[in-house]
């Protein structure tokens, strides 16, 4: 069976079992390898995505369930400015080490920002501590994600 998702503003349709993981459709059925495979059960963040703009790890959301939904994927990021923003307090900061966990980190970060533009130092952490990085780049992460916001915040006044 056919579903039809719409995937960073463009509707795609993809012919695959509907229990299929998104992650396994993105990747394999639509070659978007932007979305990376950690885990596979939903504990590490490595395959995070935003469903209808939520923060959603692909590896645990089957096809059938996002059939006529909007889906975001790290490949159109760099098109929000809080997505822009956060690309640029990456580099700007150096927080990559191997690379492998950063989509989702980007992801999840964007997806906070989006909710709440001026997170503490608390709020940062909760909403960042399912995404594991096996480089420990967390402290990187967390300062940029704060830089985000502090400049974002000193924009609006
Ligand atoms: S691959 Fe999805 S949470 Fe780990
Ligand atoms: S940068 Fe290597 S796993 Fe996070």
């Not at 349709?13 to 390898?33: F, H, K, Q, S, T």
């Not at 980190?105 to 989006?114: F, I, P, R």
Request: with cysteine; aromatic share 4%; glycine share 10%.
């Amino acid at each position: 069976m056919a579903y039809s998702v719409t995937i960073n503003g463009e509707t795609r349709e993809i012919d695959a079992p509907g229990e299929m993981p998104l992650l396994w459709a993105l990747r394999n059925e639509l070659g978007m390898v932007g979305t990376k495979f950690g885990c596979g059960i939903g504990m590490c963040g490595a395959c995070t995505v935003h469903v209808e703009g939520q923060a959603t790890r692909s590896c645990s959301m089957t096809l059938a369930a996002v059939d006529g939904k909007q889906v975001s994927t790290v490949e159109a990021l760099g098109e929000t400015p809080v997505g822009q923003a956060l690309q640029q307090a990456w580099l700007e900061d150096d927080v990559m080490q191997c690379g492998y966990c950063q989509a989702g980190q980007l992801m999840n970060a964007t997806a906070l920002l989006n909710t709440n533009p001026n997170p503490s130092d608390e709020e940062i952490d909760a909403a960042m501590q399912g995404n594991i990085c096996r480089c420990a780049c967390y402290k990187r992460i967390h300062s940029a994600i704060a830089r985000v916001a502090r400049d974002e915040e000193t924009a609006n006044v």
